[in-house]
């Protein structure tokens, strides 16, 4: 005769709750700030950028490390004591202003030693910032010299974040093409797609992807095959795809004349400068502000 199996006694202790996951902070935008123009248009751009995401704001100067083995001559220290504090008052100055003008808006202040071009990369991954913003000069857009900056360049270059390079003054008013993204579809284009539409949709602005095809008939199915896999997680952003023949740098440079913002990718851990050819051009000489987003 079998036996019946003895049936578990029910608990009679209290389950107590589980405590919710607290949600994620945003991550903070960084500005690199040395009290030029461009680094003033750069924080004046950002402002709104980390408004709009919910993100506080992070503006850093970084002063001139004095050397420790040579002490600098005696004549000199003056005159560098002088040019940091000036900087930092001017960092305190902004900071203010921009609390003032967008109210909601945590705006943080920091300084550092060093080499602007390291400090900045590791300043980001110490606060975890999800995008780096930088001034670059908007005067040698048409000439022969780069327009951008040996700090911009390094850290535009190097960074394990995007990157935005903006040109003073910073003007916000839309152009009309809103998001215009260069997409490779052969390549790794996941990243630099998705930062595209995430920024169109923050902004209600439309999103324009471009392919240069060399030589050949320019076939616009793998572009657009490309971008529907994206664009299905943000339908509420009007999308076009333009495929040409031609050079990639030259198209990209021809459509930011009207774009609110140009984003194309940038391979990770490139040797030199970290940029290939086609990014190198269009963040020496864009019209418009310009995401570099790091990929592969």
């Known amino acids: 005769m079998s ?8 608990s009679t202790e209290p389950i107590e709750p589980t405590e919710p996951t607290p949600p ?25 950028e980390a408004l709009a995401a919910g993100a506080p704001l992070r503006l850093l100067h970084v002063g001139q490390a004095w050397p420790t ?17 000036a900087a930092r008052t001017v960092l305190a100055s902004l900071a203010e202003e921009l609390r003032t003008t967008h109210q909601d808006l945590t705006v943080e202040a920091a ?37 951008l900056g040996s700090t911009a360049l390094h850290v535009a270059g190097r960074a394990e974040v995007p990157v935005v390079l903006v040109r003073e003054p910073a003007e916000r008013a839309p152009h009309g093409h809103g998001v215009v993204v260069g997409v490779d579809p052969a390549g790794d284009h996941a990243a630099v797609l998705d930062f595209a539409y995430a920024w169109a949709a923050r902004h209600a602005l439309p999103l324009r992807a471009v392919h240069a095809v060399h030589g050949g008939q320019a076939d616009p199915g793998p ?33 930011s ?31 418009s502000p310009v995401a570099l987003v790091p990929h592969g």
């Open 3 to 10: 036996v019946p199996s003895a049936q578990p006694t029910p």
């Open 24 to 48: 994620v902070p945003p991550a903070p935008l960084l500005v690199g700030f040395d009290g030029s123009a461009r680094s003033l248009a750069a924080a004046r751009w950002a402002a709104p």
């Open 69 to 85: 083995i040579q002490p600098i001559s005696v004549e000199f220290q003056p005159v560098l004591g002088a040019s940091e504090s």
């Open 111 to 147: 300084t550092a030693e060093g080499g602007p071009g390291n400090e900045i990369p590791r300043e980001a991954a110490r606060v975890h910032a999800g995008l780096i913003v930088l001034g670059a000069s908007g005067e040698a857009r048409h000439h022969v010299a780069p327009g």
């Open 223 to 255: 572009l657009e095959a490309a971008v529907a896999a994206a664009g299905a997680r943000y339908p509420q952003v009007p999308t076009e795809c333009v495929t040409r023949p031609g050079d990639p740098a030259q198209l990209l440079l021809d459509e």
């Open 257 to 287: 004349a009207e774009a609110d913002l140009l984003v194309v990718g940038r391979r990770h851990h490139r040797p030199l400068h970290g940029m290939g050819p086609t990014d190198h051009a269009v963040a020496h000489h864009a019209h």
